[in-house]
């Protein structure tokens, strides 16, 4: 089984209060109705590519709990619930509780502690990279290493650039040896090793992408790198994210992703 074979999801529909969640840039205001129409399109994505989703309901008081991916990480050996560093979302993890447990018999929790974000968690064959973020510390990384290894899985411990909020907003494994980022995270040389596909200057957001088993989703506002990843061979569904990208965010956010095969569901 490769590391992008799935058959299971989890999201969260996004809340009226999802235009106050976090972002850096605080002059691009988000609109609900165009971030509910953003992640419909998205489900449906997910569905396409042959995911059971399930679709949790919303949480007006966590404005950015649409973003499942950062408050947990699943795999099919078990989940580990983590601690999101932004002080606004610790409690998403406690609200993702439930959820995993209904899917995962194991479900190991980082509690009280330094602070992890799922975000900076990228899968791939060989170990669990996690970067060290403004939301990732070195000890809650560490915390998470022991986690993972109590679920076989080795993890090495990388840096991001300060300019990236966390690890795959601007990188993402797109083939079982090769990733898809940035000029930037590809000089911290924490893909040697891997076949590097560039994102084209101007579209680095585009690195925010999702291999889903045989496709690839990507946002639709970024045709260079829509040409690019079509010129390599893969099969890509494109799809907007202009106003999740007014809040940082991107298409790996959206989900958590696992294969069942192996769990007792
Ligand atoms: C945040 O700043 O936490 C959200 N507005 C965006 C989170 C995006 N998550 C991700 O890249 N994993």
Redesign the pocket.
Known sequence: MRVFDFDHAIVRLPGRSVIH???HDTQALPDYDGVADEHRTYVSALRDAGLDVDTLPPLEDFP?SV?V??PALVFSEGAILLR?G?AS?RHEAEEMRGALRRHFHRVLELGEGACV????VLVTPMSVLIGLSK?TVLEGAQALCRALAELGRQARIVETPGSV??L??AAALIGEDTVVTTRALEGSGMFSGFKVLLTPPGEEAAA?LVRINDVVLVGSGYPRTIDMLTGHGFELRTLPVGEVAK????L??MSLRWHAARTAA
């Open positions: 969640g976090l972002r950015d973003f991916e950062d999101p932004a979302r974000d799922g975000g900076d939301r909020l966390h795959k907003s925010n809040l940082d965010a991107g790996s956010c």
